[in-house]
């Protein structure tokens, strides 16, 4: 059986990382935090003192970390973890990062013989926690064949998105949707209940219609309306406003690089961050249903 480095152990990083122990792998793990690594350990999880104590033997190492910076300061330099991983060792980058940051990695990853992937992921902690998350992937396809069973313990859906950094790019391309639908969805409700609407009805008729959209399907931003979503648990839970700023951020980071015109993403991107100065940050990103409160 694989032996397994699991770097990152967050909201994210630890479900991922059950299930891959419920799998049968066999995992070194690493946090700065370490109650988060002890919560594994009776799931069979090694501790270790170091993320290069963790790769040490690994078969695959897996990262999943906040912004680009984490990953470009654990990965690059003379003391970088490339450095201490062998040769041949799969590398599976699973954060949400700049294309630019992946690719730097992918580049140096190369150059001393070590395949790598980026693959950010999506589906939410509920997902992580399912296993049921999709991974979108840029990086080398033969590669990704290699990947796929380690891939398949923490996810439904496996996307091959293109080379080097293209994960990162259907990543944002992704979360830039999710904040612009949100965010119509939410002001739309606000429309009609100030019309008179209940929120309930007034969602099913959207859900049903030409309006139809994953908020309404599985995540109402309208306090009450859907009994599990984050909204009704008063916001809690779910994926932190402060983290779709950062995505957003990156967005129009690709967008800037590639000259595109981003009118819809770029207002979605200040709405979002005047969430986090109104103290928003530690919310599910369906609080933007706060902005449009009479």
Not at 155 to 169: C, K, L
Not at 231 to 241: D, K, Q, S, V
Request: aromatic share 6%.
């Amino acid at each position: 059986m694989k032996q397994i480095a699991f770097i990152g152990l967050g909201h994210m990083g630890a479900p991922m990382a059950a299930n891959l122990l419920k799998a049968g792998y066999l995992l070194r793990v690493f946090d700065l935090v370490q109650s988060a690594m002890d919560g594994l350990v009776p799931l069979g999880a090694n501790a270790t003192r170091s993320a290069h104590d963790a790769v040490d033997g690994a078969d695959v190492v897996i990262t999943m970390l906040p912004a680009s910076h984490h990953v470009e300061g654990l990965y690059l330099g003379e003391e970088g973890l490339l450095r201490h991983i062998t040769p041949g060792t799969l590398v599976l980058e699973c954060s949400t990062i700049a294309p630019a940051s992946a690719r730097k990695v992918h580049k140096a990853a190369a150059e001393l013989r070590i395949p790598m992937l980026d693959a950010p992921v999506s589906g939410g902690v509920g997902g992580a926690i399912a296993g049921t998350l999709t991974f979108m992937v840029g990086g080398d396809a033969d590669v990704l064949e290699q990947a796929k069973p380690v891939f398949s313990a923490m996810g439904r859906n496996i996307f091959h998105a293109g080379s080097d950094g293209a994960g990162q790019v259907a990543k944002v391309c992704n979360n830039q949707l999710l904040a612009v639908l949100m965010i119509g969805t939410a002001e739309s409700l606000a429309l009609g209940v100030a019309n008179g609407l209940d929120p309930r009805v007034l969602s099913e008729i959207m859900r049903r219609s030409s309006g139809g959209n994953w908020a309404l399907e599985v995540y109402n931003p309208w306090p009450g309306v859907m009994e599990n979503a984050p909204a009704t648990r008063g916001y809690e839970g779910g994926f932190l406003t402060a983290l779709m700023v950062k995505d957003l951020g990156l967005a129009q980071e690709a967008a800037l690089v590639s000259g595109n015109s981003t009118p819809m993403g770029s207002l979605a991107t200040s709405l979002y961050r005047l969430l986090l100065r109104q103290g928003f940050g530690d919310k599910d990103f369906s609080v933007v249903q706060k902005l449009f409160d009479h």
